[in-house]
C-alpha cells in the first residue's frame, strides 16, 4: 500500500511539473501560486470535471498523503490528522478557506500552502 501511494505521489508530481511547464519566453520555474490554487480549485468542490479540478484534488489529496508518509512524520514537522470520513469537498474547502483567510501567502507555492491548510485545517490533538 505505502508503495502504491509513493508511487502516486511520484506520478502527482510529475503531472504538476508538466502542467506547470512555462510558455516559451517565460521563466522556467515552478510557479504556480495560491493565487492561481485559488482558480484551480473554484468548483472542485462541487465535483465540477474539468482538469483544473483534477489539478486541485490531485494535489491536495498529494499534499496530505505525503504528510502520511513516516518518514515526514519522523522528520519532526507537524502534520495533519484527516478524519477518515473527510470528503473531497471538505478538504478542499478547508484549503480555500485557508487561502482567502491568508491573503499575504498567495505568492508561495501551491504545494505549501495545501499543507499549511491541511495542518490549519486538521490539527492533530496533543
Do not use: K
Not at 62 to 85: D, H, K
Amino acid at each position: 500500500m505505502r508503495r502504491a501511494q509513493l508511487i502516486g505521489l511520484a506520478g502527482i508530481v510529475v503531472a504538476s511539473g508538466l502542467w506547470a511547464t512555462p510558455a516559451a519566453g517565460q521563466e522556467s520555474t515552478y510557479n504556480v501560486t495560491g493565487n492561481d490554487l485559488i482558480r484551480l480549485c473554484e468548483g472542485a468542490a462541487e465535483a465540477v470535471a474539468s482538469a483544473d479540478q483534477g489539478y486541485c484534488r490531485g494535489l491536495i489529496t498529494g499534499a496530505i498523503q505525503i504528510t502520511r508518509t513516516g518518514e515526514y512524520q519522523r522528520s519532526g514537522l507537524n502534520y495533519p490528522c484527516v478524519p477518515s470520513n473527510a470528503t473531497f469537498s471538505q478538504m478542499i474547502r478547508v484549503v480555500l478557506r485557508y487561502l482567502e483567510d491568508n491573503p499575504e501567502r498567495l505568492h508561495l507555492p501551491d504545494y505549501v500552502l495545501a499543507v499549511e491548510a491541511a495542518l490549519a485545517g486538521f490539527p492533530c490533538s496533543p
